[in-house]
């Protein structure tokens, strides 16, 4: 609901001093003073409210006919606007909706549903500014009326976007279909019947109704809608909304109407208007944040879910500055008045400045984190497996230090600009962080030896990532390196974290590796521009693959077939950890099989064979057992 033309005056100004705790106290005091003398008015205005209501009736029936006609006639002509236009438009949202790419799909079919929306807005507008700005029956109920239709028209798209009727892979709330179609239907019902109150309202205060008997009747719709809302949440719970999401929804329903109730009583709307935005906010972010992730799961791209992660951070960063925007704009300024009315301007300034400044760290970070993992992820080409393996291993090895290093130091540098933007004085806290280095520098000169150690291991390439190691005689792998330590998994599945100055041998058991040789074995005729394509995109599924991350080691090789033969051969041949080279082959197939049936390729009688031997000489007495292991 908007109550933006239901105010009978304009919201009280906050004070304009400074205030204090005691300050607090004694408005915290006037203000519970202020509510208890709105509610005991209120409740006294309910003996008469029928005879109020008669008396208002009687005193608009001699208007009411034409303001009516006017009112529906152009709020009809907008609602016949954007109906026609949803109909003519429907095609191209059911397509966009069948995008491959969520993101894409959710893009798309929110800009065509905002087509619609924007064509009644316009119509709107040209009604009010050419038919009802010289307000010919001295009644503003028909501008009021069509505002609300306009409103309503928006919330309407909106709740299209959260419950995606017929698109369920776009689908905001985990609702079957048709939880989908009843949950916007009825949504829309209960709005409409709130901005129909709205201008109600508005219409009662002008004829003259007291403005208890207006409260008191603003509370009671307030009643009715949210018994209505929660109604259709319980409804909703038999189609497949989650208890969690039941229990948030219903609490958020009953704020809402609580700071409803609470504008009227204090005619003060700023915190119901603050929650109105937060939510709307809150809830385009997790649309576009759930396609993202889904589009992020779809894809077996690496680098296109690199850039997928960092819009998904940057569509974040950006509902989290617009919600801490608008909490401070209607709550600690028009409420609570923690900063005074007269300096808002300037602290608006500063804020928005900030929260840019914060945007922007979140935006550097995710790019940082993103940079760090291609380097980390070696891209496939034609070519050898040995020419880039040593440098592979030590940048998985050295990158996620030098990440955590590089995303504290985004973290804090731009943390400091953004306090000295706020006009916090910085100078203390840099001079604290440079005694407290040098403090620590001092005192901890076990963890400066550990993480100098560590520096050297690496360099010296003792160990790598999900390795089979023996450390001082205590085996197990690596499953994570740290700054001052590594994590191993023992072979009893205890996690031992060991700090690198404590370190004196390191025994390796995994650097013999099996070479792997998939052979793709296809039956229609493709020219070697669809053959490249199709190996590149084998080896970055892959590559995406989480389950085998830690076990391709180096670079994915990829040949292209040879001209003689009849049959068109595909191989892909690379670098496997021994230890999970058997469990790794049905893995291996299975997602081979996805790619070719999804790229529209034919297979032959045996379309998927990988086979594994022994890259190099090894004593391990399990090298012999894996020379014969294949796989049709």
């Known amino acids: 609901m908007d109550v933006s033309a239901t105010a009978t005056g304009p919201s009280p100004a906050p004070d304009q001093s400074v205030v204090n705790v005691a300050d607090w106290i004694v408005s915290a005091e006037q203000v519970f003073d202020r509510l208890e003398t709105a509610l005991v ?77 924007l064509a009644a807005i316009a119509v709107g507008r040209a009604i009010a500014v050419r038919l009802l700005s010289a307000d010919p029956l001295g009644d503003g109920f028909a501008r009021e009326f069509l505002v609300s239709v306009i409103y309503w028209l928006s919330a309407i798209t909106f709740l299209g976007i959260v419950f995606s009727p017929r698109t369920p892979q776009l689908r905001l709330l985990p609702l079957d279909e048709s939880g989908a179609e009843k949950g916007l239907r009825r949504s829309a019902v209960i709005l409409a019947c709130g901005y129909l109150m709205v201008c109600l309202l508005a219409a009662a205060a002008r004829v003259g109704m007291p403005p208890n008997s207006v409260r008191l009747l603003a509370i009671l719709g307030a009643f009715a809608m949210t018994a209505a809302a929660l109604r259709l949440l319980h409804l909703l719970r038999r189609h497949g909304l989650t208890p969690l999401l039941h229990m948030v929804a219903a609490w958020m329903i009953l704020l809402v109407s609580g700071l409803w109730i609470w504008g009227w009583l204090m005619q003060q709307f700023d915190l119901y208007q603050g929650i109105k935005g937060t939510t709307i906010a809150l809830m385009l972010a997790l649309a576009f944040d759930r396609s993202i992730a889904l589009s992020i799961q779809l894809s077996r791209k690496p680098e296109v879910m690199r850039r997928l992660f960092v819009v998904r951070v940057v569509i974040d960063a950006l509902a989290a500055a617009v919600i801490l925007r608008l909490i401070v704009e209607y709550w600690l300024v028009g409420t609570l008045a923690v900063i005074p009315q007269q300096d808002w301007p300037q602290y608006s300034r500063q804020i928005n400045f900030s929260l840019l400044v914060l945007v922007l760290a979140a935006v550097l970070a995710a790019v940082t984190h993103a940079w760090v993992e291609s380097r980390m992820m070696p891209k496939e080409a034609l070519t050898s497996l040995e020419d880039a393996e040593l440098h592979l291993a030590r940048m998985t090895t050295v990158l996620p230090i030098l990440r955590v290093v590089l995303l504290g130091l985004i973290g804090s540098i731009f943390s400091l600009v953004t306090l000295s933007v706020l006009g916090v004085d910085t100078t203390p806290i840099i001079a604290g962080a440079g005694i407290l280095g040098l403090a620590i520098s001092l005192g901890s000169q076990a963890l400066v030896k550990d993480v100098i150690s560590g520096i050297f291991w690496m360099l010296d390439d ?56 998939v052979s793709l074995r296809l039956e229609n005729e493709t ?43 595909l191989v892909l041949s690379f670098n496997l950890a021994r230890a999970a080279a058997v469990t790794a082959i049905p893995l291996i197939r299975s997602l081979l099989l996805e790619v070719l049936e999804a790229s529209g390729f034919d297979l032959a009688p045996d379309g998927v064979h990988v086979s594994l031997a022994e890259r190099r000489a090894t004593a391990d007495p399990m090298a012999g057992t894996l020379d014969e292991v294949q796989t049709p």
């Open 527 to 569: 020219d070697a521009v669809g053959h490249a394509r199709l190996l590149r995109l084998a080896a970055s599924t892959l590559r995406s693959e989480t389950r085998l991350q830690a076990d391709i080691v180096g670079k994915i090789a990829i040949s292209p077939p040879e001209a003689h033969l009849q049959t068109r051969e």
């Open 41 to 117: 008015d209120t409740a006294l205005a309910l003996p008469h409210l029928d005879q109020e209501l008669l008396w208002a009736g009687t005193v608009s029936m001699t208007s009411a006919p034409r303001v009516l006609a006017l009112s529906l006639g152009a709020g009809g002509v907008v609602m016949l606007i954007f109906l026609l236009s949803s109909y003519g438009l429907r095609g191209r949202r059911e397509a966009a909706a069948r995008e491959r790419v969520p993101f894409l799909a959710v893009l798309k079919r929110t800009a065509w549903s905002l087509v619609p929306l």
């Open 462 to 517: 003792a160990f790598r990532l999900g390795e089979e190691i023996e450390i001082d005689s205590t085996p197990g792998r690596v499953e994570q390196i740290l700054i001052r330590s590594l994590r191993l998994r023992g072979l009893d599945d205890r996690l031992h974290t060991i700090p690198y100055g404590q370190i004196e041998t390191v025994v390796s058991r995994s650097r013999g590796l099996v070479l792997a040789r």
